[in-house]
Structure formats: C-alpha cells, structure tokens
C-alpha cells in the first residue's frame, strides 16, 4: 500500500480504481469466513491474503483498462455524527488543508508574509515538505497535521497521553519543535480564549515539522495537531469544533506577528 495501512482496515471496502480511461469501481476481498478453516478464523489476515476484485472476467480483460501502478483509493464518503463529530476517510490530512485555508480567510490584513501549502508524499517521506520549504525558505514553519485520540476503548492514556475530541487544537513540544514558538502558540490560545490540549514528543514526530526544522540552515518549526480517532482507517473520526478552534488559533497568531520576531531559544 501507499502509505501506511492496517491490512484489517482494508477488509470489504469499496475501492476506485484511477485509470487513464477514468475511474474504476472495485472491491478489496478474501475468502469468506464460512470457508476459513478453524486455524484461520484467528489468525490476522495479511495483505497479501486480499484482492482486489474490479469485475473482470480474466487477465485479459483487467489488462485492458488497468496499468501495474495505477493508484486505487478508498471509496470517499463523509458522515456527520452525534455531538459534533464526523467520519471520513483522509481525515489524516484533509482537515490540516481546511485549518490553513480557513486560517488565512480569517486573519485578515497581515503585517508578513505568509504561505498556505498543500504539502503532497508525507505519507512516504516528507517530500512535499522538503521541496517547498526550500522553496519558500520561511523564518517560521508551523505543519498541522493530526494526532491520535485517546478518548476510546483499549488506549492506554498513561502511555499514549490524554488527548480528547472536542478538546481543542493540540500544541505539540518536542525535539521538532522551537520552545519560544511553542509558548507563543500556547499565549495566543490563552489570549483569545481557544480551548487547547499539549502533547510531547521524545523524538521527531514524523510529520511535516520534521522535513521544515531540518530545511536549508535550520527553520523555526510548530506544530499543531486535530485530535483523529481511528487514524488510518476508513472512518477517520474528528471533532468539527476542533478545526474551526485549531483555524482560529493559526489566524489569531499569524495576525499578532511584527515580522521582528526573535525565536532564538
């Protein structure tokens, strides 16, 4: 797979099929569970155990509309939820892109410059993140991406932290992150009275932050996280209060920046 994926996860999902022809409806199987032998029913499927079915009568016929290395996808849907929440595939990193396109739309007249990337591959390298921050060359680089929830069943929050949906922006700290940057995030929210959660990180967090603080001499790196229950997995869950918090928090900071700002530690 492209990018990390739990085999479970991809068992009976609907799947669309990106052909040069257009796209392709199909079906991610294995056998079913009424001709599993015993011994099998408990083991954990691998990938290779599944397929991926389009409809085609025989080789002859998939190699007539599918290429080795067309992408496949998960069949997109959106579904809103109780108490503000709703499920989607590609939460994971779909709502970074609205927080930064909001956040912009939101601050107003700006006393810097500023730039909104899409970062692409982050998935299987950063790549996006390496390319355009070289490009840009930025005094301040803030990545947000998404965290895990530990708000349900069988997270053990003394280890994974305490991180809720509907608690607000996560400000991450860590060897990634610059700490004035950091305390200045956390300032902001507490001036406009934005509900956010801290996490820390031992090591590089494996996002974006990582490929922005290492960019030419060194960038001064955030990095606010969207609490996402069930990351990787074809009901991405989110707290929508949580994006419109995490917009208004990049909106409140980048329209309280001079552009004389010292981050050195």
Request: glycine residues 10%.
């Amino acid at each position: 797979p492209i990018g990390g994926w739990d085999p479970q996860q991809l068992i009976g999902q609907r799947m669309t099929v990106w052909t040069n022809s257009g796209p392709i409806a199909a079906v991610i199987a294995r056998k079913p569970i009424h001709l599993l032998k015993s011994e099998e029913r408990t083991k954990v499927v691998k990938l290779e155990e599944m397929w991926l079915d389009m409809g085609a009568k025989d080789k002859e016929d998939a190699a007539s509309v599918v290429r080795i290395g067309d992408p496949v996808t998960l069949e997109l849907g959106y579904q809103e939820m109780r108490n503000g929440l709703a499920n989607a595939p590609g939460m994971d990193n779909i709502t970074g892109v609205w927080v930064v396109i909001e956040a912009l739309r939101r601050a107003g007249s700006l006393n810097c410059a500023v730039y909104a990337v899409s970062t692409v591959q982050e998935e299987i390298g950063l790549r996006g993140a390496h390319t355009s921050t070289f490009a840009v060359e930025p005094h301040i680089g803030i990545a947000v991406d998404v965290t895990h929830a530990t708000d349900c069943p069988t997270i053990d929050q003394r280890q994974e932290g305490d991180i809720k949906l509907g608690g607000g922006p996560v400000i991450e700290r860590g060897p990634n992150v610059n700490p004035r940057l950091f305390d200045r995030l956390v300032e902001t929210a507490e001036s406009a009275n934005i509900p956010c959660q801290i996490a820390a990180h031992n090591r590089g967090t494996g996002t974006d932050a990582n490929a922005i603080q290492l960019s030419r001499a060194g960038v001064v790196t955030g990095l606010v996280s969207i609490p996402n229950r069930y990351m990787h997995s074809a009901v991405e869950t989110i707290a929508l209060d949580d994006i419109d918090k995490s917009a208004d928090l990049l909106a409140a900071f980048i329209s309280g920046l001079t552009g004389n700002e010292d981050f050195t530690p």
